[in-house]
């Protein structure tokens, strides 16, 4: 197949890329800077310099591409400025998800999986958003606008958990790493849920043959940050972190669509997870 990642050199694009080669793919892969072109040959791509804010621009550069399928694997998180994001998933999702379109190509999308009205009651890919949230509504604001734009276009959503594993926030040398080592680190007591990353990436590739829809892409053991932050720090040899109850109680999310379709992540829980990290 002919798939263009967008955001090849991100979380996921530095996972999915190189598997959907192995497979056998012709895989274009997008970065914004030149100087970046290089990495993605390394990975066996086909490298394209866009911006997805440049909406011409990216629509000629897929229509040249002429994709089967578009993975979406755009976030704007290294400056750690939701506003910016908020506004990638908004604006950036129009644009990538119109020029798929006019390729006649599928999009598969990430997004996150803590965007549910607090409770304690399990929530699943029916139950809807939580728009009337006070912060943060301009990431739940975001999420909504690039799920509506990729459904609207039969493509498909996986909303991952909170990411660990090299190269992420919750790793060693990650931010939440580092501060848990520097005796810093701040978890939120509210319930969430984690996935580890190359079981997330695992799920973008197999969704290449799932139908149109939302997708949770979680583990099974949703937890507040009284469990999961001892445990985080510890693995990654820091000190128990502070907890802060200021977030409300969160809500956990439920993975059975994910492993009806055969999705089986390696680390069923972030207890066994974090202990590889
Ligand atoms: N579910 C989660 O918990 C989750 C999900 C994603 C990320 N994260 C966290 O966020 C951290 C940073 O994520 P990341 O490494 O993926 O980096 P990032 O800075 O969020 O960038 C991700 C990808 O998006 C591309 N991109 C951003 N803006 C773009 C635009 N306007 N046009 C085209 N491409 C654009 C980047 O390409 P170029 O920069 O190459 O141009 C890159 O490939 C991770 O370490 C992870 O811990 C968490």
Redesign the pocket.
Known sequence: MRIRV?????????RVVPSLVRQGHTVF?????PT?VR?LEQLDAHPI??????DEA?DGATQRARPEVVLH????????DPT??AH?RAV?TQSLVGAADRAGARVVA????WVNPPSSAPADEATPLYLQAGEPRRTIAGVAALEAAVIGSHGVVLR?????GP?????RE???GLAARAGSLVVPSAVAS??E?DD?ARAFVQALAWPSGLVNIVDDEPAGGREWGPAFAAAVGGTPPQVDDSNGIGRPVRNRAARQLGWDPSAASWREGFTQL
Not at 6 to 14: D, M, Q
Not at 29 to 33: E, G, K, Q
Not at 49 to 54: F, T
Not at 73 to 78: P, Q, V, Y
């Open positions: 967008a955001g090849g050199l991100g979380v996921f694009g530095r892969a997008t970065t914004r800077s970046r990495a310099v866009a911006d997805v804010l440049d990216w694997l755009l976030t704007d998180l290294g400056t750690g910016s994001n990638l950036g990430e997004s996150i999986s991952c958990g909170q990411l660990y190269g992420t926030w919750f790793a990650g931010r939440h984690f996935v990353a997330a």
